[in-house]
């Protein structure tokens, strides 16, 4: 264990329960990628989760619905989930439409909340691999009116810079951000979370020790320069691939429930 980390066995979790979602879809743009799904817990819920699937910010259909047994399991331990559809590439995504479109769906949650008369609570982004990205980044997001109380990544892409010198994804980030960063400097800028570090609220990760997809470096690297500007930073390390981190039945969705309740409580009024 290094600073700044946790470890978790196999034989960590709390498995969830099955429940049924109640779910509806809600537009928050006029494009057909413009979109979130409102997935409500039953009951007082313990917040709102914000859940952003990855793809190296390409567009696979398929890559919406990866997160769907996730967001399923967050609800059955009390979680409201928006599960949010974005713009990629080449679909009128990457820079800047994929973080437009993180920012409007996160700007559109109150209202789709309201619709359903659902208690928001303290709102959590969560996002895997480019997902991750987005949800830290998030916290820095311009023009930002919805408050969050923290960010946790799932082995996301958190370093855009050591991303583009390693070229993770065949490339992804270069094509993200449409160039490199000697090309686009104002762009790493405003789009790199290494950059863009908001101290006063905290982050969690969650990574596997087997990925090859987004190497541990992500993860470590963003926490030392997280910590040393003062934010609450850490990353759980679990058994695993890149997916593991979104599979409700390992025990990496222990430690997302773990992260989940460290930024809740931080939030809450000490009695």
């Not at 039953?42 to 859940?51: I, Q």
């Not at 398929?62 to 679909?91: K, S, T």
């Not at 006063?200 to 987004?214: A, C, E, F, N, S």
Request: charged share 20%.
């Amino acid at each position: 264990m290094t600073a700044g980390r946790s470890d978790r066995g196999a034989d960590a979790g709390r498995g969830p329960s099955t429940v049924p979602v109640v779910t509806e879809r809600f537009e928050y743009g006029d494009g057909p990628m413009q979109y979130g799904v409102l997935h409500r817990a039953e009951g007082p819920a313990r917040g709102t989760v914000v859940l952003i699937h990855g793809g190296f910010w390409r567009g696979t259909p398929d890559y919406f619905d990866g997160p769907a047994p996730l967001a399923e399991a967050l609800v059955a331990h009390g979680w409201h989930v928006w599960r949010i559809e974005y713009r990629q590439l080449p679909n009128g995504g990457g820079w800047p439409g994929t973080l437009e479109d993180t920012a409007a769906a996160i700007e559109h949650l109150p209202v789709a909340a309201a619709s359903l008369g659902v208690d928001l609570g303290p709102t959590i982004t969560v996002g895997h691999s480019a997902g991750g990205h987005l949800a830290v980044w998030a916290l820095r997001r311009p023009g930002a009116v919805v408050p969050l109380a923290g960010a946790v990544s799932l082995a996301g892409a958190l370093n855009l810079l050591l991303g583009e010198q390693e070229h993770i994804g065949g490339g992804a980030v270069e094509q993200f951000l449409g160039g490199d960063s000697s090309e686009h400097p104002e762009r790493y800028r405003a789009a790199d979370p290494m950059l863009l570090i908001e101290p006063r609220l905290p982050v969690r990760i969650v990574h596997g020790d087997r990925d090859d997809v987004v190497p541990m470096n992500q993860s470590d690297t963003y926490v030392a320069a997280a910590r040393a500007v003062g934010q609450d930073a850490a990353v759980t390390v679990v058994g695993g691939d890149h997916m593991v981190v979104i599979d409700p039945a390992h025990p990496a969705f222990e430690a997302l429930l773990v992260a989940l309740d460290e930024i809740r409580a931080s939030v809450e009024p000490v009695r």
